[in-house]
């Protein structure tokens, strides 16, 4: 994991799941893992929050929920999928109400296995997504910065 700038908000979301996986994660939240000394927060708001980590299934109820709270984060975004019921619907995958994983519904970047997902795992994720995170927003900053210079040599054209 390189420079961190910035401490990123996690997002947790538990979709159609058995909650074996998010009692993983929250003990990757208490002390015993203590995933914050990688620089994460852990937040209930979508429109704070820079990574989603998804736990479950997409299913015809959650789907909807699932792409608002995507939709309402800011950008750029970082989705770990934890658990292979949120990789590929796991052993739901051929229930009637069962669409998939989560990359169904809204693009994952980070693909955690198990089941349950270990600790360990969850936060081999986690460290992948705050650099990825880091990454893309570098590259936001950048072309922020770079649009901004366009506009201004915009501008003193316009006024030559
Ligand atoms: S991957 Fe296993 S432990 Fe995790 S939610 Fe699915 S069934 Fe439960």
Aim: charged share 20%; glycine share 10%.
């Amino acid at each position: 994991m390189g420079i961190v700038k910035k401490s990123p908000w996690l997002l947790h979301y538990d979709g159609s799941s058995c909650n074996g996986c998010d009692i993983e994660v929250l003990a990757c939240l208490t002390p015993v893992y203590d995933a914050e000394r990688f620089g994460i927060v852990n937040t209930g708001d979508p429109m704070q929050a820079d990574i989603f980590l998804i736990t479950g299934g997409i299913n015809q109820a959650n789907q909807a929920v699932v792409k608002q709270l995507y939709d309402q984060m800011p950008k750029p975004k970082v989705v770990v999928a934890v658990g292979v019921c949120a990789c590929t619907g796991g052993i739901f995958k051929d229930c009637y109400n069962i669409i998939g994983g989560a990359d169904t519904t809204i693009p994952v970047d980070i693909y955690v296995p198990g089941c349950a997902a270990r600790p360990q795992a969850i936060i081999d994720g986690i460290v992948k997504a705050v650099a990825l995170f880091q990454e893309r927003t570098d590259e936001h900053n950048a072309e922020k910065k770079a649009n901004k210079r366009a506009a201004k040599g915009k501008e003193n054209n316009d006024g030559n």
